[in-house]
């Protein structure tokens, strides 16, 4: 696609749901990323695929958080039993290039809120 | 800790005046400096990269990068209201850390 798309773009939940955000980088663009961002704050680092491997997954807060991208393409980022403090913007950002060298391109974010 | 330090503002300018938006970083083995732009609701959105000590011109943006005082700035020459939003410095370290840290962004303000 054009573009990085994530969906859904709202996701309310109630505290103890399951969620599953998705992530469509641009076609062929190697590297992915995961951001968590709160509200005022900058994004801050969950984990990082290169193609289908994950490299990184030092950001993620607790074992209730789990990513993958089975096929190096589409990633999922799922969340266990959430709790108000996993309230936020989840970020998706892919690169053509390997790591974040050179900068890459976000998605649009899905806004989690959990009440 | 890597830590990269900025502002949160707001920095209010007039219209047409220069904006000058500052950041610091902890880490001495840095290699590469980013700039994203974040409307309001959006996503940040990559404006300038610079990866050499010295001044990098791209349109009305400017980024400068001093590697031995460990602070890369970015200018905004002739400020439009279309300019106001958060500006987030990403810092990337070197050692074969792929990972950019976000500093909170600093929130500029461009007034008529």
């Known amino acids: 696609g054009a573009g990085v798309s994530q969906s859904p773009r709202y996701k309310v939940a109630k505290r103890g749901q399951d969620v599953a955000l998705r992530c469509d980088p641009i076609s062929g663009h190697v590297s992915l990323f995961w951001y968590q961002q709160a509200l005022g704050q900058g994004p801050e680092f969950l984990t990082y695929?290169?193609?289908?491997?994950?490299?990184?997954k030092s950001g993620l807060p607790s074992d209730r958080f789990f990513a993958e991208r089975p096929e190096g393409s589409v990633s999922t980022l799922k969340i266990q039993r959430t709790q108000q403090e996993d309230s936020a913007v989840y970020l998706c950002?892919?690169?053509?290039?390997?790591?974040?060298?050179?900068?890459?391109?976000f998605g649009s974010g899905t806004r989690l809120t959990v009440v | 800790q890597k830590e990269v330090e900025q502002n949160s503002g707001p920095l209010s300018v007039p219209e047409g005046a220069i904006a000058s938006l500052n950041c610091t970083y902890s880490?001495?083995?840095?290699?590469?400096f980013f700039w994203y732009r974040q409307y309001s609701g959006k996503s940040p959105e990559l404006i300038m990269s610079i990866y050499s000590n010295g001044d990098k011109e791209d349109g009305r943006f400017t980024a400068q990068l001093n590697k031995a005082s460990q602070y890369v700035s970015l200018l905004i020459r002739d400020s439009q209201p279309s300019d106001s939003a958060t500006y987030l410095c990403?810092?990337?370290?070197?050692?074969?850390?792929?990972?950019?840290?976000f500093g909170r962004g600093t929130s500029l303000i461009v007034h008529p």
């Open positions: 695929f290169q193609n289908e491997a994950q490299l990184d």
């Open positions: 990403a810092v990337n370290s070197g050692g074969g850390s792929y990972i950019p840290t």
């Open positions: 950002a892919s690169s053509l290039a390997t790591g974040g060298t050179y900068g890459y391109t």
């Open positions: 880490d001495r083995g840095s290699q590469s």
